[in-house]
């Protein structure tokens, strides 16, 4: 009888270990889909950003979004909407590279750098940065909730 409780009591913590390393899995699997729904909304951003795409933008970003620049200037996504959309903002070219994406359920953050060329308001900016940008899911999606970016400085300059 006793080896019989043994056994049943073995076979139980083998089938809760089976179904514990399957809901473990099944979580991994799933954080690595967000990740890459998260590295693809990065990407969406720099192809819109070149084309001007104000509609992507808008798909992209939250409604509360917020933007701050390397010189502490804070946008709202509807002031970013209509600087794309008036022309006195346009990107000439943005790529982001050395991307992290660290996952916290219905939220990620994103830490990488951004090389771009821009104008605003007629004068030319080419620049290299650090951003940080935050991730919310809403109503099963992923949208920018806020931005900020700080210049790297080069050798010799400060």
């Not at 890459?36 to 992507?56: F, L």
Request: glycine share 8%; proline share 1%.
């Amino acid at each position: 009888m006793r080896a019989f409780l043994v056994s049943k009591t073995a076979y139980g913590l083998l089938a809760l270990c089976a179904i514990c390393g399957s809901a473990m899995a099944q979580q991994g699997s799933m954080a690595s889909g967000d990740e890459a729904k998260i590295r693809e909304c990065e990407a969406k951003w720099d192809t819109a950003a070149v084309n001007n795409d104000v509609k992507t933008f808008d798909e992209l970003l939250a409604d509360q979004y917020i933007s701050t620049d390397p010189q502490g200037r804070v946008q709202t996504k509807s002031q970013m909407l209509a600087d794309l959309k008036s022309g006195n903002f346009k990107f000439i070219s943005s790529e982001a590279d050395e991307m992290k994406v660290f996952l916290y359920g219905d939220a990620a953050v994103v830490s990488g750098r951004w090389k771009g060329k821009y104008i605003e308001n007629g004068k030319t900016y080419d620049t290299v940065e650090r951003y940080t940008s935050t991730y919310a899911r809403q109503k099963g999606q992923w949208r920018s909730t806020s931005s900020h970016g700080s210049k790297i400085q080069s050798a010799g300059s400060k």
